[in-house]
């Protein structure tokens, strides 16, 4: 996470204020142009925030024009400082004492973007579909990581953790309904590959995403977890969004290969498959969200937010834990069924 411009353009009455909020979270400079507009005098403040006083920054600001009109906040990246600026001792113990973590605003723009519906989103996922099913009924594995390269399932995925953190409904309904349409075009077009060509169905790669393991659900959570530690932290994803498409993707489109070639008992274990690495995808992912202090503002959203995680936390734990027993007691009949043979 780097140095970032805050710039706040607000009626120069509240000047002071913004002075006085930047003076307080420790900003590594700061200053201001006055403007005049139509309607009134107005001022534009700017400060150089560090990553660790961003947040606080940022939260205070709002607090303090809030019930004002004609403000606004504006989040500007920066790709250099010279000279580099050098914490005193007292600002280096505070740093070590803090967590350092993207902001909320900043972390919104970038999940909401990818948990959007778009032409992009669904190309991405017509491609990676192609790309995934050649490889799993080929047993090649290489192109089947190229694939995962898109990751078109980790943006809505994402977000519905995301929403489900902050307690925002309509992030969480557009991640649920990106996700559903993404998956029910791979499945689609995986039914139809399936109907009309002849495929290996007995590739160990297209084999593999119809059974479902403990080791399965480890992948996702552990996927789960790194994307949003990824992102919270404000390193890249992207690696992470081949681990995240490698639990998802390729469940979704043996399901689909299996249906179009009328093997429904291993289609059925495909979309277990699936199911079980959305359900850890999501719930790793909320509660990294959690533990990194991801929450609303307002007093009145972190209620809502708590009660939302709580029932996502319910929800998708009592799943996991409901899908975990019944793996381990179909691995226990299996060997109980193969001892009598």
Known sequence: MAVRVIEVIAPADKGQTIRRVFEENRPIESWSIAEQEEGGRRIVMRALVDPDYQQSTLDALQDSLSGTEGWRIVLQPTDAVIPKPEPDEEEEATREAQRRVTTREVLYGQIEKGARMSDDYLLFVALSTVVAGAALVTNNVAVLVGAMVIAPF????????????????????EAAKTLAVGFALAVGLSIIAG????????????????????????????????????????????????????????????????????????????????????ASVNLAALIVFRFRGIEPREWLRKFEARQSRRRAFI???????????????????????????
């Open 154 to 173: 980790l943006g809505p995925n994402l977000g519905f953790a995301f929403g489900a953190a902050l307690g925002d409904k309509k992030l969480m309904e």
């Open 195 to 278: 109907a009309i060509m002849p495929l290996n169905l007995n590739a160990q790669e297209l084999l593999d995403r119809t059974r479902i393991g403990l080791d399965g659900m480890a992948v996702a959570l552990a996927s789960g977890a790194c994307a949003a530690l990824a992102l919270t932290s404000g390193a890249s994803a992207s690696l992470v969004g081949v681990m995240v498409a490698v639990a998802l993707l390729p469940p979704a489109v043996a399901m689909g290969i299996m249906i179009g070639a009328g093997q429904g008992g291993a289609a059925l274990g495909a979309a277990e498959l699936f199911f079980v690495n959305v």
């Open 315 to 341: 929800v998708l734990g009592g799943l996991l834990v409901l899908l975990a027993g019944l793996i381990v007691m179909q691995g226990y009949f299996s060997d109980f069924a193969g001892f009598f043979r």
